[in-house]
């Protein structure tokens, strides 16, 4: 059983440097126990393989983790000489795309292990001397939480590789809870008043450079699903015919479904008259009240048309989730600026799946908004973009080179992202036509006029 409680990086309250220290030593410990149980899991076979040309080999994943430790951490924080510089080209993954890397040399596991685990010792003495203030990448313990999300982000990746595998299930978990006796009762959608509030962030610690600088964003009115699109509402689109209508669909994404091939959420499959997923090495029945998973934000979008709706827009689905009218203020977090709780969120690994809609009422945003933190990440309407006044830090590679209209944004994190690298103002992006990835979404409208 995976289950990685964690605390989610500083609060823009200063910290003592002993408590900071401290607080960076939790985060990488975790990000490390969570590493070793996605690999310690499966064979050398297995960590080899390339289970899907979309995915690297496990392995690479494991060596990756560490080459990025040692670049920031020990080279350009600490000041050290490389340990091994002949492997840099083979883990830098701008050098080689992911259906090459399974050609490259790279080392085997148990080489991996050791260069990662001989890393983190050196990185963690650095971390016991260092003053965590002085320089840029030190402040707040900036370098090392975002090595810590980093290696977070990694293993999200490889637990979609697992769910892309084939073989017997390596993996369990606890189901989540069932939802809450008011679900039935919930609203179909909220108003979010139109208005301005603060985007992005300026304040937060380890956010990164895409969540920078906040800005004043002016919206108008907006109703939006109070929870995530079930898997019994999207029945009801296919059912309908919607992966055969023309009509819902982008021209660029009925090209796509036509090439492809779709019919069903990615791992879905037609047994007779019910229809079935695989989760993590097991089929079952396709679970009518869980958000719907694994779908593109061209099915994202085509639904949203058939319903009569539209995916919202980044700024939108950050308005929902951040800000508090009674303040005007924007939140950390839906729930407020505490921490992500087990109360408040399906997050870090607890249950390998999404909780039923309608869960997680302590996790509710000011408005009555429901799981926006964790399940799925939700497909927004935007492309990604730099936010005004954005500066690449601290290096372009990480947001800069894939600002345009190629990316579509999601947010809020899935049941499989860690809360150190889930937050309010947190954007993940991904091409249109990804289905790999813990995706789902939830639609909006435009208040009627009258």
């Given at each position: ?8 990086g ?18 990488l ?27 690297s ?37 701008f ?5 090459e890397?399974?050609s490259?040399?790279?080392?085997a ?21 260092s ?11 900036f370098?090392?939480g ?34 809450p ?8 959608e ?10 992005g ?5 380890w956010a ?13 009115a ?13 029945l ?16 660029e ?28 090495g ?31 827009t ?9 800000h ?20 408040h ?17 302590q ?8 799981q926006?933190m ?18 690449a ?27 150190v690298?889930?937050?309010?103002t ?15 979404f ?9």
């Amino acid at each position: 059983m995976l289950n990685h409680d964690t605390t989610s990086g500083p609060t823009a309250v200063t910290h003592g440097t002993e408590q900071l220290r401290e607080l960076i030593a939790t985060e990488l410990i975790a990000a490390r126990s969570r590493t070793a149980a996605l690999t310690d899991c499966v064979e050398e076979p297995d960590l080899t393989a390339q289970h899907s040309p979309l995915m690297s080999p496990l392995v690479w994943d494991l060596a990756h983790i560490g080459n990025q430790e040692e670049l920031w951490l020990l080279r350009n924080v600490g000041g050290r000489d490389p340990l091994h510089p002949e492997i840099d080209p083979l883990y830098d993954a701008f050098e080689h795309p992911r259906a090459e890397r399974p050609s490259l040399p790279l080392l085997a596991p148990h080489e991996a292990r050791a260069y990662a685990h001989d890393v983190r010792g050196r990185v963690l003495d650095l971390l016991a001397a260092s003053p965590l203030e002085g320089a840029p990448l030190l402040d707040g313990g900036f370098a090392f939480g975002m090595i810590a999300q980093h290696e977070q982000q990694h293993d999200e990746t490889m637990l979609a590789t697992h769910q892309l595998r084939k073989g017997a299930a390596v993996l369990t978990a606890p189901a989540p809870p069932p939802a809450p006796a008011d679900t039935a009762a919930l609203p179909a959608e909220v108003l979010i008043p139109a208005g301005p509030f603060t985007m992005g962030t300026d304040t937060e610690p380890w956010a990164l450079d895409n969540e920078r600088p906040a800005h004043e964003v002016e919206l108008a009115a907006f109703l939006l699903d109070t929870t995530p699109v079930d898997n019994a509402a999207y029945l009801r689109f296919m059912a309908d015919g919607g992966y055969r209508d023309e009509r819902w669909w982008n021209p660029e994404g009925w090209e796509h479904r036509n090439r492809a091939g779709l019919v069903a959420p990615l791992f879905w499959s037609r047994d007779g008259g019910q229809w079935l997923r695989r989760r993590f090495g097991v089929t079952e029945p396709v679970p009518l009240d869980e958000p719907v998973l694994h779908v593109s934000w061209y099915e994202a979008d085509a639904y949203a048309r058939w319903a009569g709706r539209r995916l919202p827009t980044e700024a939108e689905w950050e308005k929902a989730a951040r800000h508090d009218p009674a303040t005007g203020r924007s939140r950390r977090y839906p729930w407020g600026d505490a921490a992500p709780a087990p109360e408040h969120a399906n997050l870090d690994q607890r249950h390998l799946r999404p909780a039923p809609v309608g869960s997680y009422p302590q996790g509710a945003s000011p408005a009555g908004v429901r799981q926006l933190m964790g399940d799925v990440w939700e497909w927004t309407a935007s492309d990604f973009r730099p936010y005004p006044g954005f500066t690449a830090w601290p290096y372009k590679e990480y947001s800069d080179v894939f600002f345009g209209p190629e990316y579509k944004v999601l947010r809020g994190g899935s049941f499989a992202v860690a809360p150190v690298a889930c937050r309010g103002t947190f954007r993940n992006w991904d091409y249109p036509i990804r289905r790999q990835i813990f995706s789902g979404f939830r639609t909006a409208r435009d208040p009627e006029r009258d």
